[in-house]
């Protein structure tokens, strides 16, 4: 079982990145698939989540409206798409699958994730 997570990088204030998480050894469609990130100094959040129930997002409301996420079960990948990004977005941002099927609940009690995948790096630069 391997959730991969890519795409981070630095890009300046106001610029846009897009992450993947690639998953294998499991079905995507029967998990619940979350982005956390972890910034420096803090604690790490729940960003955004798309339901295994019906595929419905979820996104914490520091990145409404700048943050969109998708899930193509063909292959195997969630997309997170950042956009209008923030020095305060800086973070390693995680991908993480629940068979929960509720994103109020995965992106706030992480006892439910079966699976984490490594980190990417994104870096905003003011």
């Known amino acids: 079982v391997q959730l991969q997570a890519s795409g981070g990088g630095l890009v300046q204030t106001g610029g846009s990145l897009s992450l993947s998480c690639v998953v294998s050894?499991?079905?995507?469609?029967?998990?619940?698939i979350a982005w956390f990130r972890q910034g420096p100094g803090k604690e790490r959040e729940g960003v955004s989540c798309?339901?295994?129930?019906?595929?419905?997002?979820y996104h914490t409301n520091s990145v409404k409206g700048r943050f969109a996420i998708s899930r193509d079960n063909a292959k195997n990948t969630v997309y997170l798409q950042m956009n209008s990004l923030k020095p305060e977005d800086t973070a390693v941002y995680y991908c993480?699958?629940?068979?929960?099927?509720?994103?109020?609940?995965?992106?706030?009690?992480?006892?439910?994730?079966?699976?984490w995948g490594k980190g990417t790096q994104v870096t905003v630069s003011s």
């Open positions: 993480a699958a629940s068979l929960r099927r509720y994103c109020e609940i995965v992106v706030v009690d992480t006892s439910g994730v079966k699976y």
């Open positions: 050894g499991f079905a995507l469609d029967d998990y619940t």
């Open positions: 798309i339901s295994s129930s019906d595929g419905s997002p």
